[in-house]
């Protein structure tokens, strides 16, 4: 199948300091990146999806100043924890899907757990 | 809109037992389904899923799953489970077409006890 990657893994941070991680296709050009968000024995919730190229659909209640997104190449999307506080502590995972034909799947990153202090 | 409904949010169970994980859906048109495996503190795996033909769907890990339209289901099964797979399941959803957003369940998590 497909490789994702994702990183760093981890990043413990200072509330204040904003973090990126960066979530890469490594075998596959990805139209669209998803980012999700999974709190501790929760299941994931969808924060937005990025097209190559365009801005970030964001779902309803993620706020776009706060986790920004960039999907500048069809290998590459990053996401942004701006001015990261406690409550964003938490793990982020990241999925791609090449866009070719009708969908079927998307592929997993590994995760990156985010501590902030 | 389409949803995913894990009922049973712990299922333990002895080593070389079979299990079964449920899950329901609701979708206003037809769906592309799917099951996922999380092991601790990493991504998810993609263990099967149900695009299209036979309702029964073989996976990886000896994992099996059917795809039941009457009943808006898709349990997973496995007929004697290992230590390996304890882990956490999550059935999700696809409602095909231009939406290509995956709907998770709360997730499952299997124990596997000695």
């Known amino acids: 199948g497909a490789v994702v990657s994702q990183h760093p893994s981890r990043v413990i941070c200072k509330s204040g300091t904003s973090v990126k991680i960066e979530c890469r296709s490594l075998d596959f050009q990805a139209t669209t990146m998803f980012w999700y968000r999974q709190f501790p024995k929760k299941s994931l919730m969808l924060m937005a999806t990025?097209?190559?190229?365009?801005?970030?659909?964001?779902e309803q209640g993620v706020e776009k100043d706060k986790f920004l997104i960039n999907h500048a190449s069809l290998t590459l999307s990053t996401l942004t924890v701006t001015s990261a506080h406690p409550e964003d502590s938490s793990f982020y995972i990241c999925?791609?899907?090449?866009?070719?034909?009708?969908?079927?799947?998307?592929?997993f990153g590994p995760g990156t757990r985010l501590t902030v202090l | 809109a389409q949803s995913v409904t894990q009922l049973d949010s712990q299922v333990p169970v002895f080593e070389e037992a079979p299990v079964e994980l449920r899950c329901n859906y609701s979708s206003s048109v037809s769906v592309y389904l799917f099951w996922y495996v999380q092991y601790p503190n990493q991504g998810l795996q993609l263990l099967l899923k149900y695009l299209s033909g036979s309702t029964l769907v073989k996976g990886i890990n000896g994992f099996e799953a059917e795809f039941n339209k009457s009943q808006t289901s898709f349990h997973l099964r496995k007929p004697s489970v290992h230590i390996s797979d304890t882990a956490e399941y999550f059935c999700?959803?696809?409602?095909?077409?231009?939406?290509?957003?995956?709907?998770f369940g709360k997730g499952t998590l299997l124990t596997v006890n000695p």
């Open positions: 999700a959803v696809n409602s095909g077409g231009s939406n290509y957003k995956l709907t």
């Open positions: 990025s097209n190559e190229g365009s801005k970030a659909t964001y």
């Open positions: 999925s791609a899907w090449s866009g070719a034909g009708t969908f079927d799947e998307q592929f």
